[in-house]
C-alpha cells in the first residue's frame, strides 16, 4: 500500500512533465497536421538553458529559490520559444502544402541537427545540477520503516502543471489567439479570408508549445539533477505516445496521456522491471494507434473520398 | 519575364533604412539562439558546473547572419552582381583566412555559397528565388538527364567497382570504406522500396538489419551453422518479422505509421539490449565466424587440419587482404542484387500497384486493388534485404552489439533515400557516397558529420520535398522512347 | 414514381447512412438495371456522393442492402471489403475531384487498373521475375485493352504523358478509361462533366452511350450537368436532403411536381440554396426543348 501510494506521487509527477511536452505536439498536430519530431530537442534545450540560467544567477548572487526559479522559467521559456519560432520558420513554413511525408522528414533532419548541435557546443558529457529545492513531507511510514514522501519539489511540479494547464485552457477558449488557432484548425484558407493571419497563428503555436515544453526542461532539471543533450528523443516519443494516447489534437487529452503514461512508467519499473519501461511506452503507442487511433479523448476522423 | 525583369531594374534606389531594420531583426534572432547555448558553454570543475564564456563565437554568427541577411536582401533587390562578387571572396577568404574554429570556418563557407547560388539564380532569371514548381521542372530535368545517363554511367560504375579492389591505390581502407559504402547502398536500396516505391516512411528499417545480423550471430554461436546456411535464414527471418510487424501497423496513415515502426524498431534494440542472457545484453556478441570461400575454403593462414585454405586452393601466397576483397565482392553482389530485382520488380504488377499506391491508395482500392497486401509485399521483401545486410555486417564486423541499431543508423539510411531522390536507384548510390563517404574522407571534421547530415536533410525537403535526383521513367512505353520524352517537353515548353 | 422496365443489375434497398447526428443517406430504395445509364440528381448535399461511398466500400452503411447481380453472384456490396468490390463484384467508380496516379504514365494508370489480371498472370511476381513468356503475353494483352480505352477516350497521342500534366477535361476522360480497364459491370461516374466545356461534355455523353451500346454494361451517374442527364439517361433518380422523392424515366422526372417543388421552392420557401437556382434555367430549358 505504502509503495503504492509512492509510485503513483511519482507517476503523477512524471506524468505532469509529459503531459507539458505532450501539448506541444497535439497542438502543431491539431493546426498543420504534422508530427513535430523537432519538438523532444526542444524540451531538451529548454533544460539546458534552465540548467545554464541557474548557474549564472548562482554567480550573480540570486539565490533566493522563488526569485530564481521565477527568472529560470521565464528566461527558459524566452528563449526556447525562439528556438520553436525559428524552427517553424525555417523548417516546417516552406514546406506547407508539400507531400504529405517531406515536413516530417524534415523535422527528423532538424531533431537531428539540434541534439548534435547542443552536444557540439555544450559537450556530449551528461550535466549535474545541484538540487535547488529540498526537503518535503512524511506522508506515511510502514512498519519496516518504509516512507511514503511527497517532496516539496514534487508539489511544485504538480501545481505549477495545474496552474499552467487552467491558464492555457483559459488561453485556448477564451482569447481571440484561441479562437485564430481552433479556425485554423478547420480550415486554414477560409480564416486567412476572414482575416486571420494563418502564418503568425501557426508561429505563435510553435512557441507556446516551445514554451510549456521549456516548462517541462526546467522541471526536469530540478527533478532528476541531470541532464545531457540526448534526453529529448525518449522524452519526446513518450509524450507524443501521451498526445496518441490521450487523443491526438486534443488539449485535455494531452495532459490525460501525460498523466496515464507517468503512472504506466512508474508503476511498470516498480512492479515488473525496470529495463523494459521504455517498450511498455512504445508498446502503449503502437497498441492505441492500431486499435483506437483516435485516442481517448480525440474525434473520429473520417476518410475523405 | 521582360515585364518582371523592368519592374526589378526599375526600382531606383534602396531603403536603407528598411534593409538595416530587416537585417537587424535578423541578427537580434541569431543573438538570442546563440547567446546561451553559444556563448554560456557548461565545464564541469571538480564537482561543480560552471561557465565559460565564448561571446567571440557568438559575435562572429551574429556578424555573419547580418551580413548574410543584408546580401539576401540585396540580392533580392536586384543588386545581385556585386553580392555575387562579394560572396565569392568571401567564401574564398574564409578558406585561406585563419578563424577562431573549423566549424567557423564552415558556416562561413557554406553561406557564401549559398548567396552566392541565390545571386547566380538572380542574376540569370531576375528574381533571387524560384517558385517550388520551376525548382522541380529544373531539378526533374537534371534528374531525367541522370537517369539517361545511367544508362551508360551504371555499367561503367558496376565495372569500376568490381575493379576497385586491383587498383594501385586500392589500400586496406579503401576496400574497407568501399565495403562501408556498398552496405550503405545496399540497405538504402532495400529501403527505397518502401520508401521510394511504396510511399510508406519506415523509421525502423534498422530493426531487420539488427534481426539479420542477430540470427546469424545467434545460430553460428548456439548451433555452429554456417555464413552460407544463415544467410537465407537470416532473410528469411527477417522477412518473418517484417510481416509479423507490418500485418498490425500497415492500416495506419503516413505518420503514425511512421512513429509506429521507429516503435519497432526501439522495442527491438531495447530486448536486445536487456535479455543478456541469450542476446549477450549490452557486451554484444563477439567472435562471430567469419564467411569461408563458398564453404570450400578458409581465409586462414594455418587452417585446420584436413581442411584448406584459400591460399592454398589457388596456389597462391597468404595474403589478409583475400578475405577484405571477398567481403568486398560478397557485399557488392548482394547490393547488385538488390538493384537488380528492383529494376525488375518496377516493371511487374507488384512494382507498379507500390507507386499507384504511393500516387493515391484511395484510387489503389477502387481499381479493385489489396491495399494491405502490397505494402505487406513491400514491408515484408524490404525487411529481408535488411536482413541479408545484416548477417553481412555480423560476418564483417566479428562482433555485435545493439549499439549498432539505433535510431540513427535508421535516420541515415532514410537520409540516403531521401537525400538521393526517392525511388531514384543511382540516386542512393550518390547519396551513399556523399553520406558515408565524404566523412571518411573527411575525417577531421567527423564531429560534424551529423550536424550537416541533419541540416541536409532539411534543406533538400526545403529545397526539393521528393530529393535531389528523383525523376521516375515510365516502367512500360506505347510509343518509341525518343518521342515521348520530346512531346512532353514540347508542350511544357508551350504550356 | 414509375417502374422503368429492364434486367436489374444493382438493387439497392433502404440503405440509409448515418454520421453521428447526420442522416446523409435516408432510406433510398432503387433499382438499377443492366445496359442502361441510370443518373442520381439533385441538390448539393442531397447526399449523392455518400451513397457512391457507400455503394463502393469506402463507407459502409448504417441500415441497408446493396445487391449485385452477375455472373457468379448476386453479390452483397455492404459485406464487400472495399478492394473486392471492385475485384469480385465488378464495379468500377471515378472521383468528384480526380484521382488518378497523378505522377506515372498515362498508359501505367491503364495497366495498374488491370492489377489483379496480371499479378495472377505473373504467377504473383514470381512468373514476372523470371520473365517467363505466359506473363509477357498477358501484359500485352494488358496494353492492347489499354489502347482501346485510349483510342476510345482520344488520349493515344498522350499514352506516355505523365498524367498528372494532362488538361483538366483529358484527366477527367483518363480516368473513365482506367475505370473501364478494370472491365466492370456497373460504372459509377462521380460528376464527370464537371468543369467541362460544352464541346467535351458532348463527346462524354457519346463515349458513355458507347459504354452503353457496345460495352453492354450498366452505368450509373452523379451529375449536374441537366442537358448531360437528359439527353443519355434511360432512368432518373432524383435525391433531396439525403431522401428519394421521384424516380423514373428522365421524361417522366421532369415533369414530376416533387421534383419541380424540390429545384424550384414551394411558394412560401425563399431560402432556396445558389448552387440549385444555377440549375434551374437549365431545367426548364429542357423542359422547352423538346
Given at each position: ?82 528556438y ?55 506522508i506515511?511510514e ?12 514534487q ?62 526542461g ?88 | ?13 534602396l ?9 537587424g ?21 571538480g ?47 574564409a ?78 581502407s ?48 548456439y ?69 569461408s570461400?563458398?564453404?570450400?575454403a ?90 541479408f545486410?545484416g ?105 | ?33 443492366e ?6 440528381i ?11 461511398n ?41 472521383f ?11 498508359l ?60 483538366y477535361?483529358?484527366?477527367r ?26 464541346r ?53 422526372v ?7 417543388r424540390?429545384y ?27
Open positions: 500500500m505504502e509503495y503504492f501510494v509512492q509510485q503513483l506521487i511519482n507517476g503523477l509527477t512524471l506524468g505532469a512533465i509529459y503531459g507539458l511536452i505532450a501539448i506541444g505536439y497535439t497542438m502543431v498536430y491539431g493546426i498543420i497536421g504534422m508530427i513535430n519530431f523537432a519538438h523532444g530537442e526542444i524540451y531538451m534545450i529548454g533544460a539546458f538553458i534552465a540548467v545554464i540560467s541557474f548557474i549564472v544567477l548562482g554567480a550573480a548572487g540570486i539565490t533566493w529559490v522563488p526569485v530564481m526559479l521565477m527568472l529560470v522559467l521565464i528566461i527558459s521559456m524566452v528563449f526556447t520559444s525562439i520553436g519560432w525559428t524552427i517553424e520558420r525555417l523548417a516546417y513554413r516552406p514546406l506547407r502544402g508539400s507531400f504529405r511525408l517531406a515536413p516530417l522528414i524534415s523535422a527528423i533532419g532538424m531533431s537531428i541537427f539540434l541534439q548534435n548541435y547542443v552536444q557540439l557546443v555544450q559537450g556530449a558529457r551528461v550535466k549535474p545540477m545541484p538540487p535547488v529545492i529540498q526537503g518535503g513531507f512524511v506515511m510502514r512498519a519496516d520503516g518504509f516512507v511514503v514522501s511527497l517532496s516539496y519539489l508539489i511544485l511540479i504538480i501545481v505549477l502543471t495545474t496552474v499552467l494547464m487552467v491558464g492555457f485552457t483559459g488561453l485556448i477558449t477564451r482569447t481571440e489567439l484561441g479562437r485564430a488557432q481552433r479556425a485554423c484548425e478547420q480550415d486554414k484558407t477560409m480564416a486567412g479570408l476572414l482575416g486571420v493571419n494563418v502564418d503568425r497563428t501557426i508561429s505563435l503555436t510553435f512557441v507556446l508549445g516551445a514554451a510549456l515544453a521549456a516548462v517541462a526546467v522541471m526536469v532539471t530540478m527533478y532528476y539533477g541531470v541532464i545531457d543533450f540526448f534526453i529529448g528523443f525518449l522524452a519526446g516519443v513518450k509524450a507524443f505516445t501521451a498526445a496518441v494516447l490521450g487523443g491526438i489534437g486534443s488539449l485535455p487529452g494531452a495532459m490525460l496521456g501525460g498523466l496515464l503514461i507517468g503512472l504506466i512508467e512508474a508503476f511498470w519499473s516498480a512492479y515488473f522491471s525496470i529495463e523494459y519501461k521504455d517498450v511498455a511506452t512504445f508498446a502503449i503507442l503502437v497498441l492505441v494507434l492500431i486499435f483506437r487511433p483516435t485516442g481517448l479523448l480525440g474525434k473520429p476522423e473520417i476518410e475523405k473520398v | 519575364m521582360t515585364a518582371i525583369a523592368s519592374h526589378a531594374n526599375a526600382r531606383p534606389g531603403n536603407v533604412g528598411a534593409m538595416l531594420k530587416e537585417a531583426l535578423t541578427a537580434l534572432v541569431a543573438l538570442a539562439l546563440t547567446f546561451p547555448l553559444v556563448g554560456l558553454r557548461t565545464v564541469d570543475v564537482s561543480r558546473l560552471t561557465i565559460t564564456t565564448r561571446f567571440d563565437e557568438v559575435l562572429i554568427s551574429v556578424l555573419l547572419v547580418f551580413v548574410g541577411r543584408i546580401g539576401l536582401i540585396l540580392t533580392r533587390e536586384g543588386h545581385a552582381l556585386p553580392v555575387l562578387v562579394v560572396s565569392l571572396v568571401v567564401a574564398v577568404a578558406w585561406f583566412a585563419p578563424l577562431p574554429s573549423e566549424i567557423l570556418r564552415v558556416i562561413t563557407i557554406a553561406g557564401a555559397a549559398v548567396l552566392a547560388i541565390r545571386a547566380v539564380i538572380a542574376v540569370r532569371r531576375d528574381r533571387s528565388t524560384l517558385s517550388q514548381q520551376e525548382r522541380d521542372r529544373a531539378m526533374d530535368r537534371l534528374g531525367a538527364r541522370v537517369q539517361d545517363a545511367a544508362m551508360w554511367i551504371g555499367p561503367i560504375a558496376v565495372v569500376f567497382a568490381i575493379a576497385l579492389p586491383f587498383m594501385p591505390f586500392a589500400s586496406r579503401v576496400v574497407d570504406i568501399g565495403i562501408l559504402i556498398l552496405t550503405y547502398i545496399m540497405l538504402g536500396w532495400g529501403l527505397n522500396i518502401v520508401v521510394g516505391l511504396a510511399g510508406l516512411l519506415d523509421l525502423g528499417y534498422v530493426a531487420f538489419y539488427a534481426v539479420g545480423a542477430y540470427s546469424y550471430a545467434l545460430l553460428a554461436h548451433f555452429g551453422f554456417s555464413f552460407w546456411l544463415c544467410l537465407p535464414l537470416a532473410g528469411l527471418l527477417a522477412a518473418f518479422s517484417g510481416l509479423v510487424l507490418g500485418f498490425p501497423v500497415l492500416r495506419l496513415r503516413g505518420d503514425y505509421f511512421a512513429i509506429v515502426t521507429l516503435g519497432f524498431g526501439e522495442i527491438i534494440r531495447v530486448v536486445l539490449l536487456n535479455w543478456a542472457v541469450f542476446t549477450g545484453g549490452p557486451n554484444g556478441i563477439s567472435g562471430i565466424p567469419r564467411p570461400f563458398f564453404g570450400i578458409d581465409f586462414d593462414r594455418r587452417p585446420p587440419e584436413g581442411e584448406i585454405a584459400f591460399h592454398q586452393l589457388f596456389g597462391i601466397a597468404f595474403d589478409p587482404m583475400h578475405r577484405i576483397i571477398f567481403l568486398y565482392y560478397l557485399i557488392l553482389v548482394l547490393a547488385l542484387l538488390v538493384n537488380f530485382f528492383t529494376m525488375r520488380i518496377r516493371k511487374l504488377p507488384l512494382g507498379r500497384a507500390w507507386e499507384a499506391l504511393r500516387e493515391d491508395d484511395i484510387a489503389c482500392t477502387s481499381l479493385g486493388i489489396n491495399r494491405t497486401n502490397i505494402k505487406l509485399a513491400a514491408f515484408t521483401i524490404a525487411a529481408m534485404f535488411g536482413g545486410a548477417s553481412f555486417f555480423a560476418t564483417r564486423q566479428g562482433f555485435i552489439s545493439p549499439e549498432s541499431f539505433t535510431f540513427i543508423e535508421s535516420a541515415i539510411i532514410l537520409a540516403i533515400v531521401v537525400l538521393g531522390g526517392m525511388g531514384s536507384q543511382i540516386g542512393v548510390v550518390v547519396a551513399a557516397l556523399i553520406v558515408i563517404g565524404l566523412p571518411e574522407a573527411f575525417r577531421e571534421l567527423a564531429e560534424y558529420r551529423m550536424l550537416t547530415f541533419g541540416m541536409g536533410m532539411v534543406l533538400i525537403m526545403v529545397w526539393r520535398p521528393r530529393g535531389l535526383l528523383a525523376h521516375r521513367d515510365p516502367t512500360i512505353l506505347l510509343h518509341p522512347r525518343r518521342s515521348a520524352r520530346q512531346q512532353q517537353a514540347d508542350s511544357e515548353a508551350g504550356a | 414514381m414509375t417502374a422503368v422496365p429492364g434486367i436489374p443489375l444493382l438493387e439497392v434497398e433502404h440503405l440509409t447512412m448515418r454520421f453521428g447526428g447526420l442522416v446523409a443517406v435516408n432510406d433510398v430504395s432503387f433499382t438499377a438495371m445496359r442502361q445509364i441510370t443518373a442520381i439533385g441538390p448539393n448535399g442531397a447526399g449523392k456522393t455518400t451513397m457512391f457507400c455503394l463502393t466500400g469506402f463507407y459502409s452503411p448504417t441500415v441497408g442492402r446493396l445487391t449485385l447481380h452477375r455472373t457468379g453472384g448476386p453479390f452483397l456490396l455492404e459485406r464487400l471489403e472495399a478492394f473486392r468490390i471492385s475485384q469480385q463484384a465488378g464495379v468500377a467508380r471515378t468528384q475531384n480526380i484521382r488518378l496516379f497523378a505522377h506515372m504514365s498515362v501505367e494508370n491503364l495497366v495498374v487498373a488491370q492489377h489483379n489480371k496480371l499479378m495472377k498472370a505473373s504467377a504473383f511476381t514470381v512468373a514476372g521475375l523470371l520473365g517467363l513468356p505466359s506473363y509477357r503475353k498477358a501484359e500485352k494483352q494488358a496494353v492492347e485493352l489499354a489502347r482501346y480505352w485510349l483510342d476510345k477516350v482520344k488520349l493515344t497521342k498522350f499514352a506516355d504523358w505523365e498524367a498528372g500534366n494532362l488538361p477535361g483529358a484527366q476522360r483518363l480516368e473513365i478509361a482506367r475505370a473501364m480497364c478494370t472491365e466492370p459491370v456497373l460504372l459509377c461516374l462521380d460528376e464527370p462533366a464537371a468543369g467541362l466545356n460544352p467535351e461534355s458532348g463527346d462524354l455523353s457519346e463515349l458513355l452511350i458507347h459504354i452503353r451500346e457496345e460495352e453492354k454494361i450498366g452505368v450509373l451517374l452523379i451529375e449536374h450537368d441537366m442537358s448531360v442527364v437528359m439527353s443519355i439517361s434511360d432512368h432518373v433518380v432524383v435525391l433531396d436532403y439525403g431522401r428519394k422523392i421521384s424516380d423514373g424515366t428522365p421524361a417522366f421532369k415533369t414530376d411536381p416533387t421534383v419541380i424540390a424550384l421552392g414551394e411558394e412560401e420557401d425563399e431560402e432556396l440554396p445558389p448552387e440549385v437556382k444555377q440549375d434551374l434555367p437549365e431545367v426548364a430549358e429542357r423542359e422547352e426543348a423538346p
